[in-house]
């Protein structure tokens, strides 16, 4: 399974990152730009994920590692976000929050 922490993500561009947290965890705050994929909802959307290499991120890593074997294994080219959504604002990175 390929990775990558936290800083190599906030140097990528154009690369899709997809958040498998649930819904209400996405709504607290979540990395710019990234599209909210649930884990308990991926297996009926995989329509919805990009054709090309993209990210998958989480809280911690764990989810994110799941997920990224599982679509490994269908022949998507996906990349776990180590440390996850946690780390980066750990870090200090900016987020997102949606508007109510």
């Given at each position: ?36 994929i ?23 890593g ?39």
């Amino acid at each position: 399974m390929k990775s990558i922490t936290v800083a190599e993500l906030a140097e990528r561009s154009g690369t899709p990152l997809i958040d498998v947290r649930e819904r209400d965890e996405f709504a607290r705050g979540h990395v710019p730009g990234a599209v909210n994929i649930p884990m308990s909802e991926i297996g009926g959307r995989l329509g919805e994920l990009p054709g090309e290499a993209f990210d998958v991120i989480c809280q911690m890593g764990g989810r994110s590692a799941r997920v990224v074997e599982a679509l490994e294994s269908r022949g998507y080219d996906a990349t776990n976000v180590d440390g996850g959504t946690g780390e980066w604002i750990a870090q200090g990175r900016e987020i997102e929050i949606p508007a109510a």
